[in-house]
């Protein structure tokens, strides 16, 4: 079961990856995100030839970082949309069942095999793929200074790394095959 729900979510992180891409070429780069994003690579060679230390490095990344996560928020809420209409509403109208669930065989359920909710879906994805992570790092860049941010954003990507790592381990060890957010959603992949 893990092969399968594994390639299941590449095929749908590369479609969702696509269509995400395709609107963000439509979407102008400003000038002011081009510019941070090359004072941003040129802070991480300082660094990294040792040209800075890191107390300076930080300083500089969340200041960077946090103007140019600003310049990029419409990118960012875009992308957070199509999350949501893919891994949400595409299921809930679908049986279940993303493009990549379909192709492989798969589909979401709730625990007790009936069709499975909008707020189970929401719920599971929220955890599952940073989405909930995403909406709550939209949130804060207009109301946290840079490093508030930075630090924010931080711990987000840890708590969205252990809930990743841990639900890997319940699927492969666990009897029912159930993911920390297939638990807490009250779903299962069948």
């Not at 040129?42 to 969340?62: K, P, R, T």
């Not at 719920?123 to 909930?132: A, D, H, K, S, T």
């Not at 969205?160 to 959603?185: C, E, G, H, T, W």
């Amino acid at each position: 079961m893990f092969k399968k729900r594994f390639f299941a979510f590449i095929i749908d992180l590369i479609i969702v990856f696509l269509i995400t891409f395709v609107i963000d070429m439509i979407i102008p780069i400003s000038d002011n995100a081009q510019k941070l994003s090359e004072e941003l690579f040129d802070l991480n060679n300082n660094f990294i030839d040792g040209n800075i230390g890191i107390d300076m490095f930080i300083n500089q990344y969340s200041i960077i970082n946090y103007g140019l996560e600003k310049e990029l928020f419409l990118s960012s809420l875009i992308s957070v949309v199509v999350n949501i209409l893919y891994f949400v509403l595409y299921p809930l109208y679908n049986g279940g069942q993303s493009f990549g669930k379909k192709y492989i065989g798969i589909k979401i359920v709730s625990k007790d095999d009936n069709t499975v909710s909008s707020n189970q879906l929401i719920f599971r994805y929220l955890l599952m793929n940073g989405i909930g992570s995403s909406i709550i790092s939209l949130c804060f860049i207009f109301l946290l200074n840079d490093l508030s941010y930075m630090y924010v954003v931080s711990i987000l990507s840890i708590l969205q790394f252990i809930v990743a790592i841990s639900s890997i381990f319940m699927v492969l060890y666990r009897n029912d095959k159930r993911s920390l957010p297939d638990l807490i959603a009250g779903t299962k992949v069948i």
